[in-house]
T-cell receptor
Framework: GEDVEQSLFLSVREGDSSVINCTYTDSSSTYLYWYKQEPGAGLQLLTYIFSNMDMKQDQRLTVLLNKKDKHLSLRIADTQTGDSAIYFCAERGAGGGADGLTFGKGTHLIIQP | DTGVSQDPRHKITKRGQNVTFRCDPISEHNRLYWYRQTLGQGPEFLTYFQNEAQLEKSRLLSDRFSAERPKGSFSTLEIQRTEQGDSAMYLC???????????FGPGTRLTVT
């Protein structure tokens, strides 16, 4: 079945780059997403990448996709205290009935001053 | 338009009671999704609607759960005979159509005592 894996915690210093990694098992994934969740809040869509791309950049965010290894990463440049949150990787299957997103357990990003 | 809204934001109920949650999607979004998120986990897909038609239900959606979207706009999720294991954050998301990104609401936190 489908599975999305992420490491649970990442600690970085303010001003450094953060790299959050994700692996997935569904080779038919069409879109892969990164969402941010702050305490007590819903999920905020940060960015997404289509499976025929290998990189996407949006201001401080860079998404890299290695389809062969089924590995997705999110790089946040110049990490700020406001970036402290849980980051979820999610994938969407190739269609048929699989239109719901499958999420990882989330990576807690901790910013050190 | 201010995004996806959910009501109530918090609900405390006693075991065995019925509860109903409401979700208002972004205007003109055809698709509406329900997810459940328990502590320390990513959201898990429950069901989704294309306009008023419920097109997919996950195995997580037991017989005690029912969802409707009668006019293709807002949706309700009802849980009958609540159990302590139903305690979770219930998230709603909407998208313009099938291949568009999903935007989440703030969630309804349910506590069953």
């Amino acid at each position: 079945g489908e599975d999305v894996e992420q490491s649970l915690f990442l600690s970085v210093r303010e001003g450094d780059s953060s790299v959050i990694n994700c692996t997935y098992t569904d080779s038919s994934s069409t879109y892969l997403y990164w969402y941010k969740q702050e305490p007590g809040a819903g999920l905020q869509l940060l960015t997404y990448i289509f499976s025929n791309m290998d990189m996407k950049q949006d201001q401080r965010l860079t998404v890299l996709l290695n389809k062969k290894d089924k590995h997705l990463s999110l790089r946040i440049a110049d990490t700020q205290t406001g970036d402290s949150a849980i980051y979820f990787c999610a994938e969407r299957g190739a269609g048929g009935g699989a239109d719901g997103l499958t999420f990882g357990k989330g990576t807690h990003l901790i910013i050190q001053p | 338009d201010t995004g996806v809204s959910q009501d109530p934001r918090h609900k405390i109920t006693k075991r065995g009671q019925n509860v109903t949650f409401r979700c208002d999607p972004i205007s003109e979004h055809n698709r509406l999704y329900w997810y459940r998120q328990t502590l320390g986990q990513g959201p898990e897909f429950l069901t989704y609607f294309q306009n008023e038609a419920q097109l997919e239900k996950s195995r997580l959606l037991s017989d005690r759960f029912s969802a409707e979207r009668p006019k293709g706009s807002f949706s309700t999720l009802e849980i009958q005979r609540t159990e302590q294991g139903d305690s979770a954050m219930y998230l709603c998301a909407s998208s313009l159509d099938r291949y568009y990104e999903q935007y989440f609401g703030p969630g309804t936190r349910l506590t069953v005592t």
